[in-house]
Structure formats: structure tokens, C-alpha cells
Nanobody, 120 residues
């Protein structure tokens, strides 16, 4: 069974940094795309950062220049380095991955979510 296991998150003061990591565990043929979403209380889930299939990156406008997404193919992990955090970054952050199984079917996976709280 393939699953996403998140780590990181926590409480930090405004201006501080946190790093989130997500491990894709289990047997799979290939990871197609990976990214991070977040959902603040009372708001819709939104895409924060993603790695595209052509090796590019997409970022939410409000995090550009502050957040960096990266992937370690050897370890099947994706990380999100978050710097200069602001109180409005407070949310539950979810890892997302689109994978290709050995049965050659696509599967979208979500992590369990990790809470990031930025105090002012």
C-alpha cells in the first residue's frame, strides 16, 4: 500500500522558518507530480507549491520568494522550506502526490496533514 507520511510543522513566531517533509512509502512504479496544499480554518484548500512533470515549479503568489519546494528522487521525498513565515500562513498543510502504480494506473494520494501555526 502506497501512502504519504508527513513530518515537520509546529509553532513558530512570525519571521521564523519551518521545513515540511513528505515521504512516499510503499511500492510504486513512478511518482508523477508532488505538491503541498494548505487549508486554513473556514477557508478552502489551496495549492501552495507544486513540482510539475517538466521539472518546473508553481507557487501560490503569496508565498513566492519565501517558500521553496524540492524533491529527492532517491528518497521519494518532497520538502517545503518555509521562510519569513507570516500569521496568515497558519493552516494545516497537506502533501499531495500523483503516482503511477505497477498496474499502470494513476493514483492520487494525500498526506494526513500537519499543522503550522505562526504567532504574531
Amino acid at each position: 500500500q502506497v501512502q504519504l507520511v508527513e513530518s515537520g510543522g509546529g509553532l513558530v513566531q512570525a519571521g521564523g522558518s519551518l521545513r515540511l517533509s513528505c515521504l512516499v512509502s510503499g511500492n510504486l512504479f513512478r511518482i508523477n507530480t508532488m505538491g503541498w496544499y494548505r487549508q486554513a480554518p473556514g477557508k478552502q484548500r489551496e495549492l501552495v507549491a507544486a513540482l510539475t512533470t517538466d521539472g518546473g515549479t508553481n507557487y501560490l503568489d503569496s508565498v513566492k520568494g519565501r517558500f521553496t519546494i524540492s524533491r529527492d528522487n532517491a528518497k521519494n521525498t518532497v520538502s517545503l522550506q518555509m521562510n519569513s513565515l507570516k500569521p496568515e500562513d497558519t493552516a494545516v498543510y497537506y502533501c499531495n502526490a500523483d503516482i503511477l502504480t505497477f498496474l499502470k494506473t494513476n493514483l492520487e494520494l494525500w498526506g494526513q496533514g500537519t499543522l503550522v501555526t505562526v504567532s504574531s
